[in-house]
């Protein structure tokens, strides 16, 4: 997997330097179908933070795809789930299989899906990799230390009020759409024209599996976004107020 060209360059996910041994591909492929899986996305990544993503993706792919709406759904379920679940016995206890399935309404067909718990800190985890790798992946570099990478589910009705604190920021900005694997991983985001480390993203797994946060919030998609600290508001906030009164006196 390590391709030459990967060797020794930044890696897309602590972003030092030099360090990068490896392809990562940043949304594994073990959450793809077997023929869904060329040209998927690929950046640079260090042996440290490739191991730390394998251990988040090997729990969540064998989760996520329990709530599928993906049009193979049942593919997903026979060729994948059954199997990582099988070999894993605290997985099993952990997710309550055993508890009857809910009866849902999926584009008019009517499925048994499993009410899953999903240990939260992992697939954020995760979330947090994935919108790093993509960062990197479109963009060519690693997100800038003076802005970090944020994910998160909203309300529908927090979606406006949340786009709206954005969009002065993304007014005009590249954006664009990709689908990956007919919907096993799909995206759209938009860039700052102003400030190229500011994006916002939507993620949707498997035609959108229903998520829920643990305040209770139910949603079928998770938002990214990267934005600046606060230490990097505060000083372009001084350089400005400088800016502006050495103008004023010259
Ligand atoms: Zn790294």
């Avoid at 077997?34 to 998927?40: G, I, K, N, Q, S």
């Avoid at 795809?65 to 997985?91: C, G, Y």
């Avoid at 643990?214 to 400088?242: C, F, L, M, Y």
Wanted: with cysteine; hydrophobic share 35%; charged share 25%.
């Amino acid at each position: 997997m390590a391709g030459k060209g990967y060797k020794g360059k930044t890696c897309a996910y602590c972003g030092i330097d030099g360090i990068s041994s490896t392809a990562d591909h940043v949304i594994a492929r073990a959450f793809f179908l077997l023929e869904d899986r060329a040209h998927l996305p690929q950046v640079p990544a260090c042996s440290d933070c490739n191991s730390k993503k394998s251990a988040l993706e090997v729990y969540v792919s064998a989760i996520l795809p329990i709530a599928s709406r993906h049009e193979d759904a049942d593919k997903f379920q026979r060729d994948f789930v059954r199997k990582r679940i099988e070999n894993n016995a605290k997985l099993q206890r952990d997710l309550r299989l055993d508890d009857p399935p809910q009866m849902v309404n999926i584009g008019g067909l009517i499925r048994p899906m499993h009410p899953i718990r999903i240990d939260a800190v992992k697939i954020t985890g995760l979330m947090h990799m994935i919108l790093q790798g993509l960062f990197y992946f479109h963009f060519g570099r690693p997100l800038s230390g003076d802005y970090y990478p944020d994910v998160l589910m909203l309300h529908n009705d927090a979606q406006a009020a949340f786009v709206a604190s954005m969009s002065p920021y993304l007014d005009g900005g590249e954006n664009r759409e990709v689908n990956l694997g007919r919907g096993s991983f799909a995206y759209r985001y938009v860039r700052s024209p102003a400030y190229p480390d500011v994006t916002l993203w939507n993620f949707f797994w498997h035609n959108g599996v229903p998520l829920h946060g643990s305040d209770g919030i139910g949603a079928n998609h998770w938002w990214g976004v990267t934005r600046p600290r606060t230490e990097t508001v505060a000083r372009e906030k001084i350089k400005q107020a400088r800016g502006s009164s050495s103008e004023q006196f010259e």
